[in-house]
């Protein structure tokens, strides 16, 4: 079955590291979409990406950066963590050509400590 | 600017009592709107959605929404709630087709035995 993983699920990294968040979906998807989600603020939008070589950046882009070199692929590159970056993020993807209005596919989330 | 707002955090329900979990959006133009739910340690699962059409929408695992324009509120419901329901709900909308969905704050919806 088609499907959209995350890795890694568990992250512990000290301030100022580089990290990446992997997400990979294999549904062929167009668009797909970086949110973080932190307790009293929901999901908020951290970058998305509409197809190959397009990227956008969302509410709350700071601190963030993402590439799309292929369908499959939107890594998440935090260039130095900070502390407030401790969350759970989430991918997910889309595609409006299928399903004509483009409900999200999420991953499982990967949850990332800064220290 | 587009928001979604669910002004409960948390919604209290015995099993077997109907339930219902608000959702009021502000956006410019006709919206698309979705609830989803989450289960611990999971991702987001689609639920359902309305788009245009019959405001009242059904959806997985026995959950409807109904959509009132004059009000801009998209709640979502079901008769008889399950303790098996118990989990995070979150409404969310889309102006156009293509754009990212704006996501309410969540609601902890809690169905006691």
């Known amino acids: 079955d088609a499907e959209i993983t995350q890795s890694p699920r568990h992250k512990i990294t000290e301030t100022g590291r580089q990290v990446t968040l992997a997400c990979h979906q294999t549904?062929?998807?167009?668009?797909m979409f970086w949110y973080r989600q932190d307790l009293g603020h929901g999901l908020r939008l951290i970058h998305y990406?509409?197809?190959?070589?397009?990227?956008n950046k969302g509410e709350v882009s700071d601190g963030y950066s993402v590439s799309r070199s292929n369908t499959e692929d939107l890594p998440l590159t935090l260039e130095s963590a900070a502390s407030s970056q401790t969350s759970v993020y989430f991918c997910?993807?889309?595609?409006?050509?299928?399903?004509?209005?483009?409900?999200?596919?999420f991953g499982e989330g990967s949850r990332l400590t800064v220290l | 600017a587009q928001s979604v707002a669910q002004p409960e955090d948390q919604v209290n329900v015995a099993e077997g009592n109907p339930l219902t979990v608000k959702c009021t959006y502000s956006?410019?133009?006709?919206?698309?709107l979705f609830w989803y739910v989450q289960y611990p340690n999971r991702g987001l699962q689609f639920l359902l959605k309305?788009?245009?059409?019959?405001?009242l929408v059904k959806g997985s695992y026995g959950f409807e929404a109904e959509f009132n324009k004059s009000q801009t509120s998209f709640h979502l419901k079901k008769p008889s709630a399950l303790v098996s329901d118990s989990a995070l709900y979150f409404c969310?909308?889309?102006?156009?087709?293509?754009?990212?969905?704006?996501f309410g704050k969540g609601t902890t919806l809690s169905v006691s035995s």
């Open positions: 309305y788009i245009t059409g019959d405001n």
């Open positions: 997910a993807s889309s595609d409006i050509k299928r399903s004509g209005t483009g409900e999200l596919f």
């Open positions: 956006v410019s133009g006709n919206p698309y």
């Open positions: 969310a909308v889309r102006v156009q087709a293509g754009t990212a969905l704006i």
């Open positions: 549904w062929n998807h167009n668009n």
């Open positions: 990406s509409y197809g190959v070589q397009d990227t």
